[in-house]
């Protein structure tokens, strides 16, 4: 007899759950009672969220599922405990879950494609059905995406990164200084911080400072640097710069109040002068299902 497939699930909670029916914060049932339109889309984009939970508990009630619940961030995922893991939400919910998966595969369900992009979702609210239970055979497409690992001071941060880290200063408003180095090259640097991330992470902020968008299977990873300061006649080689396996990107902080932001805000290093970061490629992949060879 088939052993049932074992499955991680995580399921985003709604602004809606969490911040009017749930009371986290007053204001914005406030806003809501006032028909603001700061938060117009509220109800709707939970409606359609709350569509799609019901529509993936379903399918995986049909695929006869072993399912365990989990927490947003992986909260005591145990790797060897699944052999899958589905996350009900957007882009936001994997990236928090993907930190605690390496050797199984994910498979994203964009709750509510009305109001979220869901780049990393292999499917979407209306579709869940039949990715899920494709994903469970073991036929739905895989692909197997590069991240990142970073290093603090000799100690390893983490080695999943999977969309980008943010090395800024700590106020936006201030000058974030710096020294680069990759390889031979060292550069002493001014600017609003840079980018730094794996291909997966390339059409999101990387693009927007400026990059390029590399292909899914890339093993690069790419150093977007923010609006610098290049001073007349001076050239910098570390301003848009491709990392490849193998290398490490360097970077001593010239700055009493420093930070890396890791795949978003929630996730932070604080640094101070003479703290050294090192970004490189890390070993950890993660396969996403249902990406397949999609335009991007």
């Known amino acids: 007899m088939k052993p049932r497939p074992r499955v991680g699930l995580v399921v985003k909670r709604s602004v809606w759950q969490l911040d009017v029916q749930g009371g986290r914060r007053p204001q914005i049932r406030h806003l809501v009672k006032k028909d603001d339109p700061t938060v117009a889309r509220l109800l709707s984009s939970h409606e359609e969220h709350v569509g799609a939970v019901d529509e993936v508990k379903a399918a995986l009630k049909k695929a006869k599922a072993v399912v365990t619940p989990l927490g947003r961030h992986g909260e005591g995922f145990d790797p060897d405990a699944f052999d899958l893991v589905i996350t009900v939400g957007g882009d936001g919910t994997l990236l928090s879950a ?56 000799g100690k390893v941060v983490t080695t999943r990164v999977l969309n980008e880290v943010l090395y800024c200063h700590a106020s ?21 911080g840079f980018w730094m991330g794996p291909a997966a992470g390339s059409t999101a902020a990387q693009r927007s400072a400026g990059g390029r968008i590399l292909p899914l299977s890339s093993q690069k990873l790419q150093l977007v640097v923010r609006e610098p300061y290049v001073p007349s006649g001076s050239k910098f080689r570390l301003l848009r710069t491709l990392v490849s396996p193998g290398q490490v990107l360097s970077v001593r902080t010239k700055m009493h109040d420093a930070r890396v932001y890791i795949d978003g805000p929630d996730t932070v290093a604080n640094l101070n002068f003479g703290d050294t970061v090192e970004l490189f490629r890390s070993d950890d992949s993660l396969t996403l299902l249902g990406l397949g060879k999609r335009r991007r």
């Open 172 to 192: 936006p408003a201030a000058t974030t200084r710096y020294i680069l180095r990759l390889g031979d090259i060292e550069e002493e640097q001014k600017s609003s």
């Open 98 to 153: 993907s930190h605690a998966v390496f050797r199984v595969p994910m498979l994203g369900i964009n709750s509510a494609p009305s109001h979220s992009v869901g780049f990393f979702c292999g499917a979407k609210k209306g579709q869940a059905e039949a990715a899920i239970l494709e994903a469970v055979r073991g036929d739905l497409h895989k692909m197997v995406l590069s991240r990142m690992a970073v290093r603090v001071n």
